[in-house]
């Protein structure tokens, strides 16, 4: 079965500082992974998905980028955080046929920027 | 692009009772999800259903495609339903999954 691994739980960082999120997967190959963020009683935004090594794609123009270096590793990074940047992140992994295309979330990271 | 409401917002109900939560979307759809996210923050995968019924113990849901909406049952609601309830849907040749703004449901004991 498929498992999705997301560290830290939670995470206070101070602005400016650098952040690295890192999410891998087991049980699946070449998935479909996304970041969201959730802001506090808001519903879910897409900020980056990758169908592959290498291959980003960007939502939302922000302070954030996103890398997938390896096929079940997707990291989330920023070279100075914002306040702004405060929310839940959350890794999420999706197959490519219609026999799985369901969305399946890691348990996310609270990040506070302070 | 799609438009996605979810209702009602907010549902307040006693440990025991029935609730349906209501989701209609703008366009056609090929992919429909419902997730149960916990008061933890956990979202969990309810159901992959585009169109038809399904259910899963206490939990169904119905997608009437045609008519551009979908229905989350819950019968017999315990605490541990409680959380917020989100459909999201996808069109065609598209990866994102656009996301309603929730359902949150308190069940009482």
């Known amino acids: 079965s498929q498992t999705i691994h997301q560290w830290p739980a939670t995470l206070v960082q101070p602005v400016g500082s650098p952040l690295s999120l890192e999410c891998t997967v087991e049980?699946?190959?070449?998935?479909?992974l996304y970041w969201y963020r959730q802001a506090a009683g808001r519903g879910l935004q897409l900020l980056f998905y990758?169908?592959?090594?290498?291959?980003i794609s960007s939502e939302v123009p922000q302070n954030l980028s996103a890398s997938r270096p390896q096929d079940r590793q997707f990291i989330l990074s920023s070279k100075k955080l914002l306040l702004s940047d405060s929310g839940f992140y959350l890794c999420?992994?999706?197959?490519?046929?219609?026999?799985?295309?369901?969305?399946?979330f890691g348990s996310g990271t609270q990040l506070s920027v302070l | 692009g799609i438009q996605v409401e979810q209702s009602p917002p907010d549902l307040i109900l006693q440990e025991g009772a029935n609730s349906t939560l209501r989701c209609n979307f703008s366009?056609?759809?090929?992919?429909l999800q419902w997730f149960h996210q916990n008061p933890w923050g956990q979202l969990i995968n309810l159901f992959y259903?585009?169109?038809?019924?399904k259910q899963n113990g206490r939990l169904s849901a119905t997608t009437v495609a045609t008519e551009r909406y979908s229905l989350l049952y819950i019968s017999s609601s315990q605490t541990t339903d409680s959380g917020v309830y989100f459909c999201?849907?996808?069109?065609?040749?598209?990866?994102?999954?656009?996301w309603g703004a929730g359902t949150k449901l308190i069940i009482k004991p």
């Open positions: 049980g699946t190959s070449n998935p479909n």
């Open positions: 259903i585009p169109s038809g019924t």
């Open positions: 999201a849907c996808r069109m065609d040749s598209n990866y994102q999954l656009i």
């Open positions: 366009d056609s759809v090929n992919n």
């Open positions: 990758s169908v592959g090594i290498g291959q």
């Open positions: 999420a992994l999706g197959g490519r046929t219609s026999t799985n295309e369901k969305l399946f």
